[in-house]
């Protein structure tokens, strides 16, 4: 996807109703999120730069690194409930030729080191 891409930037008006939405996620992240962004964070990753609670049409995914074409998503309990959700998010977001990593609560929890491998994994090592 170019630069000038737009087909799945946030419209302006949606973008006003999910700024507030997207600002409390990242004031009052899980403990998992917040695991995971201290090791994502200011370019700590080969130089690979992530946001977080970044929008992407009408969704709010957790961790978004444009030049990987990346989404990080970290899912708790209540995931379990929203398969059917979750499904229609993925489609419309690999749509867009973007990639998705999901991990569970506790996979960051109890084993970080191995999930910033998966994520290692990911990112193109050319750049």
Not at 54 to 71: E, T
Request: overall charge positive.
């Amino acid at each position: 996807m170019s630069k000038n891409d737009k087909r799945w930037r946030t419209d302006t008006a949606l973008w006003e109703k999910l700024r507030p939405i997207a600002r409390k996620m990242r004031s009052k992240p899980t403990k998992a999120e917040n695991l995971l962004w201290q090791r994502l964070r200011r370019q700590q990753l080969y130089g690979f730069s992530f946001r977080r609670q970044h929008s992407i049409g009408q969704f709010i995914v957790d961790f978004y690194c444009a030049k990987a074409k990346l989404l990080i998503e970290v899912e708790g309990e209540i995931h379990q409930y929203k398969k059917e959700e979750d499904l229609i998010r993925r489609k419309y977001l690999e749509s867009f030729g973007l990639k998705i990593l999901r991990f569970s609560n506790d996979i960051i929890l109890n084993n970080i080191n191995e999930a910033v491998k998966q994520i290692v994994s990911y990112l193109p090592h050319s750049l």
